[in-house]
């Protein structure tokens, strides 16, 4: 086996709108199996971001950026066709409860069926993460909740400075 192959990246994709400490732990676990990992920022058509791009691509490089194991993008169109373009082997999830399994399950086939080659690896949330998403995280900040442990405090701080704007 060449040396090349060798050096196993996996990308993880998602909104991340916010990034999440769930996130960042999916990301601290992975790089105990991977020699580098792809956080890929894309589009979900059915969900309306409160940030753009741009924005989150910022927060991503602030938190998880300073790790040179960590390479940060963003992405239109087909996910295994980016996974290609990295030469990864996988595409890399975070399960949280039961419920995500059907979502994960369905979207995992579909992307072997593009990308025969790349295999989907779940891995489990931390406990502390298991009940959030970036929805309730947003939602609660909306509101004026606490967000401690939940996501980094630069996060926190955007997520207040854009209720504030009116977003
Ligand atoms: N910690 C915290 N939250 C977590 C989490 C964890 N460990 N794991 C998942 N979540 C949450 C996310 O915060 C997100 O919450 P939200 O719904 O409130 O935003 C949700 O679980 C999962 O969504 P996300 O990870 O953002 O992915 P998605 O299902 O919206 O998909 C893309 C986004 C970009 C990955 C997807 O649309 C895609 O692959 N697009 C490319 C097109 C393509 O190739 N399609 C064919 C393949 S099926």
Redesign the pocket.
């Known amino acids: 086996m060449q040396s090349d192959q060798l050096f196993r990246t996996a990308v993880y994709?998602?909104?991340?709108?916010p990034v999440?400490?769930?996130?960042l732990?999916?990301v601290d676990r992975a790089l105990k199996m991977f020699d580098q990992v792809v956080i890929?920022?894309?589009?979900?058509?059915?969900?309306e971001s409160l940030f753009t791009i741009e924005e989150r691509l910022e927060m991503v490089r602030e938190t998880a950026g300073m790790n040179g194991k960590v390479k940060i993008t963003s992405?239109d169109?087909?996910?295994?066709?980016?996974a290609a373009r990295y030469g990864a082997c996988a595409i890399l999830?975070?399960?949280?409860a039961v419920s995500?399994f059907d979502?994960e399950l369905?979207?995992a086939l579909?992307?072997r069926k593009?990308s025969p080659d790349i295999e989907t690896v779940f891995?489990m949330?931390?406990f502390r993460?298991i009940y959030?998403?970036?929805?309730?995280?947003?939602e609660a900040a909306r509101f004026g909740g606490s967000l401690e442990g939940l996501v980094p405090p630069l996060v926190e701080d955007r997520l207040r400075k854009a209720f504030r704007q009116g977003r």
């Open positions: 994709p998602g909104t991340f709108d999440t400490n769930g996130h732990d999916i890929a920022i894309g589009t979900n058509p059915v969900k992405f169109g087909l996910l295994v066709d980016l999830r975070g399960l949280r995500d979502y369905q979207r579909m992307n593009l891995l949330t931390g993460w959030i998403s970036s929805t309730i995280v947003k």
